[in-house]
């Protein structure tokens, strides 16, 4: 009798919690990056109206908010966001909210640190590269839509884990196109270092031309190097991303050529930023399906042209 009657107020107490607290968001789910966006919008079907911040072809790295975007990230029902400081510009509001007691969770964050690449503080963000590693940020997302909504937990979990299935078909299908690449020729350049989780994940050297943020110019010394190593392995391919300047991957073709040796582009790959939105490569699955099987045919290997499931010439 005792503890009921102490347990009454408590309860009281965290019902005006939770009422103030609503009577400041406007139920919204806003996302960072698409990646993370389309995921969400895959679990939380109807049920959820989703803002995604960062579009098709803009670089998260840089990536200033305006001030309308500012006041989505704070009147949110729930924020979600990358973590591992992807989004580097984005920081002090994300904080602001955590301070807030306003829900907001950094879904790459909390992985196993063997799933990770780079030192401890400052680990590699890119962790979409990787289907299998994604797949568990999905499952994040699932169970914060579930914390979020518990009303709906259930379909929640559901959705979650066809979607995760659906993961699991691409991340197979890539483990079986890439040993088609010849053995010599499995070397993956690109402008920025975002594909070292997919290099590690399906056996495929990475080099970037920049660091991994797109913050820092590539240097001369840099170029040359690669350029060199272009040409002493015969690599017959580089990529450019869709949001990432051309100029350095330019210049590392005009230095091959003068050493004689004819490096193409290889294609137009999605690194940080997803295609257009309403195309299949504006989805994350899509994404990754014109990314995996682009490589794969520009480096001498076969894929099918139309990807794993036929979509990709839509
Ligand atoms: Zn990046």
Sequence with gaps: MKKSLLLAPLLFLGACTNKDEAAKTDGTIVTTVGMIGDVTRQIAGDKQEVINIIGEGTDPHT???SKSEIDKIQKAGLVLYNGHFLEGKMGSILKSRAERDNPVSAVAEGLAEV?????GDHPDPHLWMDLSIWSKVAGKIGDELAAFDPDNANQYQKQCQEYQEKLNDLHTYALMVFPT????QRVLVTAHDAFSYLGRAYGIEVRGIQGI????EAGTKDINNLVSY???NEIPAIFIE?????????TVIEGAAEKGHTVKI???LFSDAMG??????GTYIGMMDHNITTIVNALGGSAPEGGFQNKLND
């Design 63 to 65: 990536y200033q908010p």
């Design 115 to 119: 799933e990770l690449i780079g030192d």
């Design 181 to 184: 690449i010849p053995q010599k």
């Design 213 to 216: 943020s797109t913050e820092s």
């Design 230 to 232: 272009l040409v002493e």
């Design 242 to 250: 869709s949001s990432v300047p051309e100029k350095s991957v330019k």
């Design 266 to 268: 290889g294609g137009k």
């Design 276 to 281: 257009p939105a309403g195309t299949y490569q």
